[in-house]
């Protein structure tokens, strides 16, 4: 016979693992956006299989570096700018969330201006009224959506991804090839490979990541109830920190497989038919029709969209946790709009500036390249003050970071300084 304390046991075990999927696998899959999308189809059309081992590298960093990101988050209970707010001078706290507040902005405009672009693929018309269109849908399921089922949206949406995965089972790959080149790559001091890697660590390991996944965190807590701060709760750490291993282990592996295979669609059809020049992903897509065929082209241009729907919310929402921190407003997709006015205010109006860019004679393409720029130039301080903060008894309690997860997050942030230099010497050349 089965006594209550047995079936209180089953209740908490992992017996669904799905449940465990969270903040970690929408953050992950937000990571490959319609912008992220045209850095890879960029990398593989240009440089072919050459590329593929960028992604199993940042695999393993990606996955520490928001490990600690979550954990600071569940641990103290506050998101990454209120703990910089709390801990560090106002003024570093103020420079990370402007250049963030910029970048994110930016990169919604050339989020949206590729989902514009990919529904006129499909069906024809206006692709500025569409972008406009999918910009304020977007919006009003952030502002109006209940934070519950908000969050069931974001993860089926999670799905549009497997689009790039089904591309592969309609065009050939050489197996044999692309195993050999992506373990045993060929590396070229050329400036434009070097700025190519740069590109697609900058896109892969992202500031605005960090904030989102550690606020998940807190919106989680704050979600349930009998959930607390783990350093206030240390008997909430062990399944806490199991979900957030399983949850980033997952959703940062679904983001690099997804990634791989993009690079790899546009390398085994573009770069092998010549078409080396690829700026967006609906150009990338358009370019796939005649090579791959009509399906593989549908699938392609669907996932933009899929994926827009995706990541405009966590550009914007990231954006709006990071201000609120820094000024100490109230911020939380839990609660209604009238009782968190300037949280929401920061999401509407970056989310409206980002679609209204795509109304001005602004290149979206400098755009975008500008804001990869400022991404990369901010991580490495991002990432060094969250390992400062992981270690930190008054920050973490009891739960600072061990050796291993330190030893991966700084081996992150030292990558991602070298990738940074590297760019700056490319664009110097």
Known sequence: MVNARTVEVLD????????K???????????????????????????????????????????????????IGRVSGHGLATNIYRHYPRWILYWIVGLLLIANTVNIAADV?????????????????????????????????????????LKWLTLALFAYVGIVFVVHIPWDIVLEKTFLPRFSWNPAFITTVVAVFGTTISPYLFFWQASQEV???????????VKDAPDQAGANFSRIKVDTVIGMGFSNIVAFFIVLTTAVTLNLHGMTDIQTSAQAASALRPIAGEFAFLLFSAGIIGTGFLAIPVLAGSAAYAMA???????????????????????VVATLIGVGLCFTSIDPIKALYWSAVINGVISVPIMIVMMLMAARSDIMGGFV??????????????????????MFWALGK
């Open 12 to 19: 908490s075990s992992d017996v669904n693992w799905v449940n």
């Open 21 to 71: 999927l969270g903040p970690g696998l929408i953050t992950g899959a937000a990571d490959d956006d319609p912008s992220g999308i045209a850095t890879y189809s960029q990398a593989g059309a240009q440089f072919g299989y050459n590329m593929l081992w960028t992604l199993v590298l940042t695999y393993p960093l990606m996955v520490a570096i928001q490990v600690i990101s979550a954990k």
């Open 113 to 153: 201006a590729a989902m514009g672009d990919a529904l006129k693929l499909l069906i024809g018309g206006p692709a500025h009224f569409y972008a406009l269109g999918f910009g304020l849908v977007s919006l009003v399921l952030q502002v109006f959506i209940p934070y519950k089922r908000y969050v069931r949206i």
């Open 219 to 229: 919106e989680e807590q704050l979600a349930d109830p009998r959930a607390r701060a």
């Open 325 to 347: 921190g820094a000024l100490q407003w109230k911020n939380s997709l839990a609660l209604k709009p009238s009782l968190a006015k300037r949280f929401y205010g920061i999401i």
């Open 401 to 422: 970071i061990s050796t291993r997860l330190r030893l991966l997050g700084w081996g992150g942030t030292i990558v991602m300084a070298i990738a940074v230099a590297a």
